[in-house]
């Protein structure tokens, strides 16, 4: 399993670059989609296949499709293509690729020196703990944000909706109309 | 037969049981083409095709011949590489998922833990053959078709999933071979009939097989997102649609109708008759019911489906717990 492992994790990192590489949005999405099954063979790999089967099912299989949906009834032409290939100029990747460098370096030091566990000051603070003090003491606040959230949500749709009833143009049942007026 | 160790005669077993499943399939789709014509003659009181060998018996060999000696035309506009990739997808996705089907006790190819997982899996990577076939073609049928499709895919497949749940809740495993074996006593067609219903509609809309066929409609769309393929490429989004309604047959009949259990007959024998009961259901379908305007396919799945199959669910959930606390 240790060979699937490093050649779909090989895939998987190979298919994230042709993503960032390539200039046509669906061909990009082609590789987003591959780099998904090969982590989902990457989860197979490590025992986990629920996860595995998950990730193509809900990644791959549902949201991907709404994404290619979506730049399909774009109907990108060249003129993207060629801004793509602007973007890709070194003079614009080369300054944010050395800043990652130097975060990944800074990962693989840690990582070889073995003292992940060791920090500034303080404990490392693990998800455990952060859920029960929201969920504790701030249960308040939280609840309040997630009130925020909802009116946001409901202000979006509002903002969002068709102009008037009325005025949208299309078919529509008859009763639907009925409704209306 | 001295120089093959027991391990490597399992494996070669096992390698031909995958290899004659994978044709059986492929030639259950194929033939199915021809059956289905005979058979929609035979209801529409007319002939079919019947003029090739005996009783028409040879049409599939004369269809297969003329498909194959069509030029292979890829149109100018089109994105090449999505345009041969899509009918690819198509056949993979859907004879890969065969792999979970267990046929007898004996027979299958493989015995996955997550086995129903995986069949939702290629499910869901058999839309992009209807979407990149459709947008890559460069033509505006085909993208109406595929935007028809990956919408009404992407609606069924949520309450397709739903309406297995209630199966895998009550055998409690993904395992097909579990499913089947947990089936002894009763089918579950029985305790889970909602569930039945929604997977059998859901199964015929994720195949695009008629009334749930508006992505490749003739008469609005001049058939969709494969208009621009020729030769073996449609040829193989064709028997593709057959050979997912082989698959969405063994399905219902490996999650709902026992699989193999039945008495007297040895389990093959059920198991076929199962399956081509189902099969000519299909084709009955399309004999007998209109093509339902595309706004009522969505809202009929999203409206009355998804809502049956949550409440099956939670049925069926409430009645395991008072049935059997764990």
């Known amino acids: ?181 | 037969m001295n120089g093959l160790s027991p391990q490597v005669a399992a494996a070669l077993m096992a390698m031909l049981q995958a290899v004659v499943i994978l044709l059986g399939a492929v030639l259950l789709g194929a033939v199915m083409t021809v059956v289905e014509r005979r058979l929609l003659g035979l209801w529409q009181d007319r002939h079919g095709p019947n003029r090739v060998g005996p009783f028409g018996s040879l049409q599939l060999i004369a269809d297969m011949l003329k498909i194959v000696f069509k030029e292979d035309w890829i149109p100018p506009f089109a994105d090449r590489t999505l345009f041969v990739l899509a009918p690819a997808i198509a056949m993979a996705s859907l004879l890969l998922s065969f792999i979970i089907i267990p046929i007898t006790p004996g027979w299958g190819v493989a015995d996955f833990n997550i086995g129903l997982l995986f069949f939702l899996a290629m499910a869901g990577i058999n839309v992009y053959a209807v979407l990149f076939g459709g947008w890559s073609s460069g033509n505006k049928y085909a993208l109406l078709g595929a935007m028809r499709a990956s919408a009404q895919t992407l609606s069924y497949e949520v309450f397709m999933g739903l309406s297995l749940m209630g199966v895998v809740a009550i055998a409690g495993s993904f395992n097909m071979r579990e499913i089947v074996n947990a089936q002894q006593g009763l089918w579950f067609v029985i305790p889970q009939f909602f569930g039945f219903c929604t997977f059998l509609i859901a199964g015929i809309a994720v195949t695009h097989r008629h009334p749930f066929d508006q992505p490749e409609a003739e008469q609005e769309l001049a058939d969709g997102y494969h208009i621009e393929y020729s030769g073996m490429k449609f040829g193989m989004f064709f028997i593709g649609e057959y050979v997912g309604m082989v698959l969405v047959s063994v399905l219902i009949v490996t999650l709902f109708f026992g699989g193999w259990h039945g008495p007297w007959l040895p389990p093959i024998v059920w198991f076929a008759l199962k399956t081509s009961f189902f099969l000519l259901l299909f084709v009955l379908l399309r004999a007998a019911l209109p093509r339902p305007r595309y706004d009522r396919v969505m809202s009929f799945g999203w409206k009355v489906c998804l809502p049956l199959t949550l409440i099956n669910l939670l049925v069926t959930g409430a009645v395991i717990l008072v049935v059997d606390p764990l």
């Open chain 1, 1 to 181: 399993m240790e060979i699937a492992f490093y050649l779909s994790g090989l895939v998987a990192v190979l298919a994230t670059l042709g993503v960032i590489t390539n200039t046509n949005p669906v061909h990009a999405l082609l590789y987003l989609i591959v780099s998904l099954i090969a982590v989902a063979l990457v989860f197979c790999a490590l025992g986990a296949p629920f996860a595995g089967a998950l990730e193509v099912i809900v990644y791959a299989g549902a949201i991907m499709v709404l994404f290619v949906f979506v730049v399909m009834m774009l109907n990108l032409s060249d003129t993207v293509e060629a801004q793509e290939r602007a973007w890709l100029k070194p003079r614009i990747w080369l300054g944010p690729s050395v800043l990652s460098g130097v975060l990944l370096l800074t990962l693989i030091a840690i990582l070889w020196l073995g003292d992940g566990g060791r920090v500034i000051e303080g404990e490392t603070l693990t998800a455990k703990a952060v859920g029960s003090i929201l969920f504790g003491p701030w249960l308040l606040v939280v609840e309040l944000a997630a009130m925020l959230l909802l009116a946001a949500l409901v202000t979006a749709s509002h903002v969002g909706r068709l102009s008037s009833p009325a005025g949208s143009a299309g078919r529509r049942e008859p009763d639907a109309r009925k409704e209306a007026s």
